[in-house]
């Protein structure tokens, strides 16, 4: 029998976090709605998932990025594949085993069409999984690349390459050399004013110096 995959989409920037944990958490949002059993979604879908969407801020604009294309060029694009197996059901199923609010279930599906997915192709496990039984992907110019090498490893220069052109990421970098080329002013500025006031305290001392040789020689002389 054939296995059915299933793709969870996420970005560059999350798949970091997700690294740092060891695995990827349930959902977030769901646990500050109060629902008892929030789920870590998948999807059935292998080009796209259209509920994956995030709403996302340039600076001048906000709008979303709902394509691997746009998360690409903002935010890197990742996915983490799985087999489907007991421990997932269905959106149908979810509404009844997490017991979330019905009328939170039907607004999940709702938006969730109004991107352009299908809930049917969804699918919720109420775990966290560990990220050494999921597959990695990250799309590159229309192709989704395993990041896993053998033996475990994953490929560091595709992860690189794509992170650093990122949106995010030039712009995070940007702001650090800004940040960099104003401590390095304020430095130059702090050493002026330090030069200024050694100079300064030197010609006290000069001048004081001289005028009590004036006043020993003017003493000399009176006497």
């Known amino acids: ?8 989409y996420t970005s560059l920037s999350h798949l970091i976090e997700i690294f740092k944990v060891g695995k ?6 769901e646990k500050m709605l109060k629902v008892k059993k929030p789920g ?13 969407f995030k709403r996302f801020n340039d600076g001048k604009k ?3 990025l709902n394509s691997p294309e746009d998360f690409e060029k903002y935010i890197g694009c990742a996915r983490l594949i799985t087999n489907l197996n007991s421990l997932f059901v269905t959106f149908a199923k979810y509404k009844h085993k997490s017991k979330v609010n019905p009328l939170l279930w039907d607004k999940m599906a709702e938006i969730g069409r109004s991107k352009g997915a299908d ?12 990220i050494n039984n999921l597959d ?3 799309y ?12 475990g490893e994953f490929d560091s220069e595709l992860f690189n390459r794509n ?36 100079e300064e305290k030197v010609e006290e001392v000069v001048e004081e110096k001289v005028e009590e040789v004036v006043e020993e020689k003017v003493e000399e002389v009176v006497e």
């Open 40 to 52: 870590l979604w998948f999807s059935t879908n292998s080009e796209w998932e259209y509920s994956a």
């Open 163 to 198: 992170l650093e052109k990122t949106f995010v990421y030039k712009k995070g970098k940007e702001m650090e050399d800004k940040m960099m080329s104003e401590v390095a002013k304020q430095k130059d500025n702090i050493e002026e004013k330090v030069e200024e006031v050694v």
């Open 119 to 130: 809930p049917s192709q969804w699918y919720a496990t109420f775990s966290p999984m560990s």
């Open 140 to 151: 590159e110019n229309g192709k989704w690349l395993s990041l896993k090498k053998g033996e």
């Open 24 to 29: 990827v958490l349930t959902s977030q949002t």
């Open 62 to 64: 906000e709008f979303d």
């Open 136 to 138: 990695i992907e990250v």
């Open 1 to 8: 029998m054939e296995k059915t995959l299933l793709y969870h």
